[in-house]
Nanobody, 121 residues
Framework: QVELVESGGGFVQPGGSLRLSCVAS????????MGWYRQSPGKERELVAT???????NYAEAVKGRFTISRDNAKNTVWLQMNRLTPEDTDVYYC???????????????WGQGTPVTVSS
């Protein structure tokens, strides 16, 4: 019912920047926490950053000071601004959102398709 569409991934040189976008569409009553995770083949998906409905932010230690998560509730959109990228940031990045549904009331985790980010010279 709710779909997340990501954009902004690609290739970038070390030290460069990328801005990932994630737009939620469909039958949306409310989006609670939203966030970004990343995953490489053979590894666990790891948290990058999350942001609550009220704008409280949480970051993985590895990206603190370099990445910024933001959201616009009116646009059902969350962004991840990534600065000073390093090769260790190379991963597939996934957008996620906790969607609040009605009838019945439930909270469902929704994931985007993933957008690859490659940091290389």
């Amino acid at each position: 019912q709710v779909e997340l569409v990501e954009s902004g991934g690609g290739f970038v040189q070390p030290g460069g920047s990328l801005r990932l976008s994630c737009v939620a569409s469909g039958k949306i009553f409310r989006l609670n926490d939203m966030g970004w995770y990343r995953q490489s083949p053979g590894k666990e998906r790891e948290l990058v950053a999350t942001i609550t409905n009220n704008g409280y932010r949480n970051y993985a230690e590895a990206v603190k000071g370099r990445f910024t998560i933001s959201r616009d509730n009116a646009k059902n959109t969350v962004w991840l601004q990534m600065n000073r990228l390093t090769p260790e940031d190379t991963d597939v990045y996934y957008c996620t959102a906790k969607t609040v549904n009605l009838s019945p009331y439930e909270i469902v985790d929704v994931w985007g398709q993933g957008t690859p980010v490659t940091v290389s010279s």
